[in-house]
């Protein structure tokens, strides 16, 4: 038994020490490539390290959505399912809540209030990554294909409701954007922060991320996931139901997709504006991938993928390096976790080619 | 006599596992070598050294008395050692010709020489009797065809001392007995051949001499001549092996199973079973024969509730299940040992663990409200392994770190756990060893004088013929005829399995 958890605890260890070194490798890449254009070569890990020191108010307010999009992503992928429309999901959400939000009675009590905020926008995330997930189980419908087109319907669909039934015919400029949201419908941000808008989000992406983990290890829902994800014809051959678990991990997925766009408009904005969200979703799949997809990983991945895009805005707003280098180092850690699919049959050939070279 | 390839002393260590310690041997131009072991032997890393795969860590190879040095299968194939591989590594969409010339055309022009290919390829068809039509594309040919592009591919590349790789395991009666008619050509022709089988018959009828391996080490080294069955089974499980189990007297109960003109399509649509009925009562073993892909696959997945059938009913324990979901069905009693264990049997980057809880990681008392108790399932999981003994240190291990033996074990112990009445095996023992072979027959014996029914379905004969109780032969899609235990022989059977015949009236053909 403690032989079984030293190993556990040495594979973990090799898995994130690996990890960590595709950082390096990829903020060593990224900082030649500023080096090269003109720029101050070390801006970027400058940027991470305030991010993580000075400035960690604005990392945690990144670090929540990008946590809860690791986790969607996480999700559906130990079932092998491919959900890319995490951002649509969350826009459906953001547009259920802000709905919720406005037609609740102004007095209501702030935290029932909230409730159903959130409840609208679980519900509406999971709804609408219901679609792709049917097409998939009774049509036979690529999820990667119906996903992604989805995003954009959700986008758009977002913004036809800021111009025309939830316009804000207050303002007086011409703002896509809904009215401001009732403050007792206001998710409160974390008061040590301020004035950042880091917010209790942070806590309920913990809180998620702890329910995630209970189910993938604990419950016949997390053995049903793991085998319809490596082997689904075994998993029909026991008596599973592969259909039902891959509507399950959908609609997981969905539901925690639109708890993001309930915080981000609730914390964050405080009104539906069209195209608030960043690609939070894509990003949500490199958060995962850097994690290995594991819930628990996704919380650190999450976290450096806060403050490097906080670093980012940061080092944008301080020097003339422009935040776009913090895509190039997303790219980068992309390529360098794909490489640990080649690497390994790399290895023997260089290793055959220094022989023969001798 | 010239040696044609000599391995001398190899030894090859992986970590935790010694592989090879200390293997020596060798075969002359003109010999077929026999190398037989269980599986985890040793025989693959052994032709997997020769053939340039991986390298020994200690050892020393010599060709054609020559020492050398084989870091990868194309310095073997310079060689002139050719490999014929158990999974065919062939291209389904290139035709037979482009198959063989890959990667060694000959060119004229800068284009490809298709006359001088044909004329070179058509002197090795003739010289060794491999007929082939040439234009054919891959993914037409059967599997004996396929196997025959193997080995006039290694043949068009200059190879003569061959490994073939259980070549025979994929075949039919019919085509085996071809392969082993070409190989005694190759032989006269003056090809040394390295022979890997497990089946004990054909190492008999075909070597010149034997090596006989076990846990990575020579348990036996002789001739042909000197060898006999007995002798050959005893050095590879290292005890005596009996593959004739007595079972209890027959005494058939009440029926089991009743399969009642069930008609299936298979995957493409098309139709796979037609009014297919059978029974099976307590206390018994009913083999189904047949060549693969007569209906046998489909029946089963309509009796597991896999598939739904487009007519007639299955019934168990007198109740019609015919639309009841796999689980409900298993619930009942119903146990299954799937033909593949890797595609549908088991998941093999799971753990053992997670693979031999399937039947109960939802039941109390090893779950409560969809809440597993992971030590309870631990417990399940570690005694199980116990029991039937599975090889591994520890059942949080990956499912594939296992051999094809101890997964089948693993499936084994899994599907009896459940205490079923009716178990249907599907090819149980398909590419175990004879040791495995030996104690998956003894607990299907066990099952039925425990008067539980089972279903057996196998491609081999001699496993239908020696468990069997009542025997039906099946042929596209048909049950073309029905034993008792004793009525038929194998040459009988055989003629009903390939459709020339059937009970009560000509084929319909």
């Not at chain 1, 969350?90 to 159903?116: D, K, Q, R």
């Not at chain 1, 401001?180 to 419908?185: D, K, R, W």
């Not at chain 2, 491609?459 to 013929?465: K, S, T, W, Y």
């Amino acid at each position: 038994m403690n032989k079984l958890m030293n190993k556990k605890v040495t594979g973990v260890l090799s898995i994130t020490l690996r990890q960590v070194c595709l950082i390096i490798v990829s903020l060593i890449l990224a900082s030649i490539a500023l080096g090269v254009s003109g720029y101050e070569p070390l801006a970027i890990v400058k940027g991470i390290v305030n991010g993580l020191t000075s400035d960690i108010a604005g990392t945690v307010r990144w670090a929540t959505p990008l946590i809860l999009s690791g986790l969607a992503i996480c999700v559906t992928y130990k079932a092998e399912v491919f959900n890319l429309g995490v951002d649509g999901q969350l826009y459906m959400g953001a547009a259920a809540g802000t709905a919720a939000a406005l037609a609740l009675p102004e007095g209501m009590n702030h935290v029932i209030s909230l409730i159903i905020v959130f409840l609208a926008a679980i519900i509406a995330g999971a709804l609408f990554a219901m679609i792709p997930a049917l097409l998939k189980v009774f049509l036979d419908t690529n999820e990667v294909v119906s996903t992604l087109l989805l995003n954009f319907i959700a986008i758009l669909f977002i913004e036809y409701l800021v111009n025309g039934p939830m316009m804000d015919r207050t303002a007086g400029t011409n703002l896509n954007a809904s009215e401001v949201l009732p403050e007792n419908t206001w998710l409160p941000r974390i008061s040590f922060f301020d004035p950042s808008s880091a917010n209790i989000g942070f806590y309920i992406a913990i809180v998620v991320m702890l329910l995630i983990t209970f189910i993938f290890y604990k419950t016949t829902l997390g053995h049903e996931i793991k085998m319809v994800g490596s082997n689904p014809v075994l998993a029909k051959y026991a008596g599973m139901k592969p259909k039902r678990t891959i509507l399950q991990v959908m609609a997981i997925s969905g539901a925690i997709a639109g708890m993001v766009g309930a915080i981000e408009v609730t914390a964050v904005q405080h009104r539906l504006l069209s195209g608030f969200n960043p690609d939070f979703g894509f990003d949500g799949i490199v958060v995962s991938l850097l994690a290995n997809n594991n819930p628990i990983g996704v919380v650190f991945s999450g976290i450096f993928f806060g403050a490097l895009k906080n670093g980012g805005i940061n080092m944008e707003r301080l020097t003339d390096v422009p935040s776009a280098v913090t895509e190039i180092v997303m790219a980068i850690i992309i390529i360098t976790i794909s490489a640990k699919f080649v690497l390994p049959k790399l290895k023997p050939r260089v290793a055959a080619a220094k022989k023969g070279g001798e | 006599m010239e040696l044609a390839v000599e391995m001398l002393n190899i030894s090859k260590f992986y970590p935790g596992v010694v592989a090879n310690d200390d293997v020596s041997l060798a075969v002359a131009k003109g010999k077929i070598l026999g190398l037989i072991g269980e599986n985890g032997a040793g025989k693959s890393t052994m032709m997997n050294i020769l053939y340039g795969m991986t390298k020994s860590d200690i050892g020393v190879i010599k060709v054609h008395g020559e020492e050398v040095k084989i870091d990868s299968p194309n310095t073997a194939i310079k060689l002139g050692i050719g490999m014929v591989h158990q999974h065919f590594m062939l291209m389904p969409n290139l035709s037979v010709l482009q198959n063989i010339i890959l990667g060694k055309e000959p060119v004229k022009n800068g284009l490809i020489d298709v006359k001088t290919a044909k004329a070179k390829i058509q002197e090795i068809m003739d010289a060794y009797n491999l007929p082939l039509n040439l234009d054919e594309k891959i993914y037409q040919l059967s599997v004996g065809e396929k196997q025959r592009v193997e080995i006039i591919k290694s043949l068009y590349r200059g190879a003569n001392i061959l490994i073939m790789d259980e070549p025979t395991a994929v075949l039919t009666p019919t085509e085996t007995d071809k392969l082993l008619e070409v190989m005694r050509q190759l032989k006269e022709q003056g090809c040394a051949i390295i022979f890997i089988t497990h089946k004990l018959r054909e190492v008999m009828a075909i070597t010149d001499e034997i090596v006989v391996m076990r846990k990575g080490v020579v348990t036996g080294s002789l001739a042909t001549a000197e060898a006999n069955t007995e002798l050959l089974s005893n050095y590879m499980v290292g005890r005596e092996v009996n593959l004739e189990i007595p079972g209890e007297a027959y005494r058939p109960g009440n029926t089991i199973l009743e399969v009642k003109n069930v008609s299936a399509l298979n995957q493409r649509g098309l139709p796979a079973l037609r009014c297919v009925n059978l029974k099976v009562r307590e206390g018994e073993v009913v083999g189904v024969a047949g060549v693969e892909g007569n209906g046998q696959s489909e029946l089963i997945e309509v009796i597991s509730g896999m598939i739904r059938p487009t007519g007639g009913q299955v019934g168990f324990h007198g109740k019609d299940v015919t639309n009841d979901p796999v689980r409900s069905r298993r619930e009942a009693g119903m146990s299954h040992i799937p033909e593949d264990r890797l595609k549908m049997g088991t998941a093999k980057n799971c753990s053992i663990r997670d693979n031999l809880i399937l039947n109960r990681y939802y039941q109390k008392p090893y779950s409560k409200n969809g809440i597993m108790d992971n030590k309870k399932l631990m417990g399940l999981a570690d005694n199980l392994c116990r029991d039937f003994q599975v090889k591994t240190p520890d059942s949080a291990r990956a499912l594939a770190t296992l051999s094809g033996g101890n997964m089948q074990k693993v499936v084994f112990a899994r599907e009896m756990e459940a205490d079923p009445s009716l178990l249907i095996a599907a090819q149980p023992t398909r590419g175990i060893d004879i040791g495995a072979i030996e104690s998956i027959h003894r607990k299907i014996v066990e099952a039925r004088d425990n008067r539980k029914g089972v279903l057996l379905v196998s491609a081999e004969l001699d496993e239908i013929l020696s468990l069997s109780d009542r025997i039906l032969v099946m042929y596209e899609g048909e049950v073309m005829a029905e034993f008792k235990r004793g009525e038929a022989d194998e040459r009988k059977i055989a003629e009903y399995m390939t459709g020339a015949k059937r009970q009560g009236g000509d084929s319909n053909e």
